[in-house]
């Protein structure tokens, strides 16, 4: 076996995905040239079956052409996929002979579609990285759909640079135990299970493998390693070891030779086994285990294994969110000749009047160009205060916008201001991935919850962007990514920001920043803002997944734009007044310690019986 | 201060019968029984070999100039299998 991994795109973000570090990255797809070598690289190597995976391997925008040449060639196809699929892959799936693995998470509706039509041609992988799992629901759509009487159980496994949740081998006879239980339920409803690689004969409940058949022959042994060839065309022994080593795709090369390279490279590593008692274990030694997974075993190394080889270091990840600015096509070709690699999406306004977002309206004659030219992602904001008609009235107004600027303009994600519109957008637009938007004021981890399964990423409210505490709580409880605003800086908890905000939204020909007044008897304030500057994004690292950059009517001056987003990716200092901040934030030059900054994150703003910032500002302000 | 140190390329898990050395280089594995794994870990904590010597007394019931023979030509070893600098 050998997998073809399309794309490294996505439009889900599991916590356990172990292709983490591929992903952030940014997005590669596989061309056709690699694909055709790799499908000569499949043939030559004996193997009959072409199993895509990705990413979502469905959003390659080839992913139906691909396919079909699988099939010329003979190969079976087995697609490798989360369900949410776009429309053209989906029919190409009805109407032709490949058989669909479809991962699943319990509860989620998006899948249905896919499900209902696919119906036997789809197997279920459910992958498990927490002992508190409960497979019962997979009965369930089996009935309700018809699926293959089949269910694939996959362990979550770490990847080497510890950037996912991963079942912990300290679980793993929970698991199994459990395990054991659902398949006698299964059997009796006529559903088998299979284990995917990982899975040691020592989780289980005596009796078991005996009772379990032909599939007890994967347990223990299945890791040869599998190869996963990559979008560009490198190939790696697996995900979880993606980082560590990779090969290239030689023409003349093939699966064999490659598995032993590998093997080879990571021979000494095979004699750990997960458990501290595998060393002693007779039946590793008679060979019907291997000691398990290879990345789960490095974990019980010290220090960190990252000297095993020498891997070229992996590309930034593209963590930085922008606004769109109306400058010509030279500035952003030289903005993505310089930060291109940084840069997540470019954002700006949902065009038309069908709905406003959270600035006023700024100029916008040259969007078009930037739309057709650039090669920068693009994301869309729909996130007024509040919307000017009832969510069901306007959400399909703003659906066809959407579907012209994804089909058109190549829009790849949108930030939305309002639950119900988001869950609207999510229903009729799966593949689209959602921002919750800064404006839904989500501050706690129960607000979180309430966003499962309708958005991927989180922006927080404003009031606890300087609240170390309020931000853990939120980074465990939301399964997607956290994205937080570096330099918006208004006052934490601002009473006038509901009306400021209309204002600015409404078109008023001069929106009003109303604490103005208050910032004036008590100008410390400034201090107390959502900002932090460039130096310190490090005390931030922890809670955020992704920086948004504010600056649509702040940093439309271009070498000014260049330059904050230049310093916050390269974490130069600049002063608060430097940042492009909103007019709460400090507008004369001062100097901000460290050690203030990092307290601040930790005060609860207990102003009222605290003078530290008050102190701080007169201090320093000279 | 400790007198050695692990190799900067050498990773070590604890097994159940003593602890395995991987040169993350080569990928090369070596395994450690007791009690010259109980000396491996006392190195990785930063005792020097004078204060491991005496625990080796304690633990394997040595005389201390034994166990200070021990000590010293284990870490020799594995300062010339390049385990070990200092």
Redesign the interface.
């Known amino acids: 076996m050998a997998n073809i991994s399309l794309t490294t795109a996505c439009n889900r973000d599991c916590v356990y995905c172990f292709a983490g570090a591929q992903r952030r990255s940014g997005v590669s797809q596989m061309s056709i040239e690699t694909f055709e070598k790799a499908l000569d690289f499949l043939e030559r190597s004996g193997i009959d079956e072409a199993r895509l995976l990705g990413g979502e391997p469905t959003l390659h925008p080839e992913f139906p052409r691909f396919a079909e040449m699988a099939l010329e060639r003979g190969l079976r196809v087995r697609v490798f996929s989360n369900g949410l699929m776009p429309e053209p892959a989906l029919r190409w799936l009805e109407s032709h002979d490949a058989a669909v693995l479809m991962n699943t998470t319990a509860g989620d509706r998006r899948q249905a579609r896919t499900l209902g039509r696919l119906g036997n041609r789809v197997t279920l992988g459910f992958n498990i990285y927490t002992p508190a799992f409960d497979p019962a629901f997979l009965l369930d759509l089996i009935r309700e759909h018809g699926l293959a009487p089949n269910i694939r159980f996959g362990l979550a496994h770490p990847a080497a640079d510890g950037s996912n949740r991963f079942l912990h081998p300290v679980h793993y006879q929970i698991v199994g135990t459990r395990l054991a239980r659902f398949h006698e339920e299964a059997r009796a409803a006529g559903v088998e299970s299979t284990f995917d690689c990982g899975f040691v004969p020592c989780m289980f409940p005596p009796g078991f493998l005996d009772a379990l058949g032909p599939a007890a022959a994967d347990i223990g042994t299945r890791c040869s390693p599998i190869l996963d060839i990559l979008p560009d065309g490198q190939v790696v022994s697996c995900y979880p070891l993606a980082t560590l080593a990779r090969e290239p795709l030689l023409e003349d090369e093939t699966a064999a030779a490659l598995r032993s390279r590998f093997s080879?490279?990571?021979?000494?590593?095979r004699?750990?086994g997960v458990f501290?008692?595998?060393?002693?274990c007779e039946v590793r030694e008679s060979g019907r285990c291997n000691g398990g997974c290879l990345a789960a075993s490095m974990q019980?190394?010290?220090?960190?294994?990252?000297?095993?080889s020498k891997v070229e270091p992996a590309a930034p990840a593209r963590r930085w969110v922008v606004p769109y600015v109306d400058q010509p096509p030279a500035f952003w070709e030289r903005l993505e000749h310089e930060f291109g690699r940084h840069i997540r999406e470019v954002y700006f306004p949902l065009p038309g009047d069908v709905v406003g977002s959270g600035r006023p309206p700024q100029p916008a004659a040259q969007l078009e160009s930037f739309l057709k030219r650039s090669r920068l992602a693009r994301a869309v904001l729909v996130n007024p205060i509040t919307l000017p008609r009832p969510v069901e009235e306007i959400a399909p107004a703003i659906i066809e916008a959407l579907k012209r600027l994804i089909g058109e303009r190549g829009v790849s994600s949108a930030t939305v201001s309002n639950l119900l519109l988001a869950a609207r957008i999510r229903e009729a637009l799966p593949a689209l991935p959602l921002a919750a938007s800064i404006l839904m004021d989500i501050t706690r981890p129960n607000q979180a919850l309430m966003l499962e399964g309708i958005c991927d990423t989180l922006v927080p409210a404003s009031s606890i962007m300087r609240d170390l505490p309020a931000l853990q709580a939120l980074r465990a409880a939301f399964k997607g990514r956290i994205r937080l605003i570096v330099n918006e800086a208004c006052l934490p908890g601002c009473p006038y920001r509901v009306q400021h905000f209309h204002e600015m939204c409404a078109g008023f020909a001069r929106p009003e920043s109303l604490c103005g007044e208050l910032l004036e008897r008590e100008p410390w304030m400034r201090l107390t803002g959502a900002w932090v500057l460039p130096q310190h994004l490090h005390l931030l690292d922890g809670v955020s997944d992704e920086w948004k950059l504010a600056g649509r009517a702040t940093l439309q001056d271009a070498p000014t734009y260049r330059k904050v987003l230049g310093a916050y990716i390269h974490r130069r200092p600049l002063a608060p007044h430097e940042i492009g901040g909103g007019p709460a934030s400090p507008l004369a030059p001062l100097e901000i310690d460290e050690a203030f900054y990092a307290r601040t994150l930790r005060c609860g703003r207990r102003c009222h019986e605290c003078n530290l910032c008050r102190e701080y500002y007169n201090e320093t302000r000279v | 201060m400790s007198e050695y140190r692990a190799a900067e390329q050498i990773r070590w898990a604890v097994e159940a019968a003593g602890v395995v050395l991987i040169n993350g280089a080569t990928g090369a594995a070596t395994s450690l029984s007791y009690p010259e794994a109980a000396i491996w870990d006392l190195i990785t904590r930063g005792d020097s070999s004078e204060k491991i010597a005496a625990k080796l007394c304690a633990i394997a019931g040595l005389e201390p100039v034994a166990a200070r023979k021990f000590v010293l030509d284990t870490v020799e070893a594995w300062r010339k299998a390049g385990f070990l600098r200092g």
Do not use: D, T
Request: proline content about 5%; overall charge positive.
């Open positions: 080879g490279r990571f021979s000494g590593y004699r750990l501290r008692e595998c060393a002693a019980r190394l010290r220090p960190a294994v990252a000297a095993v």
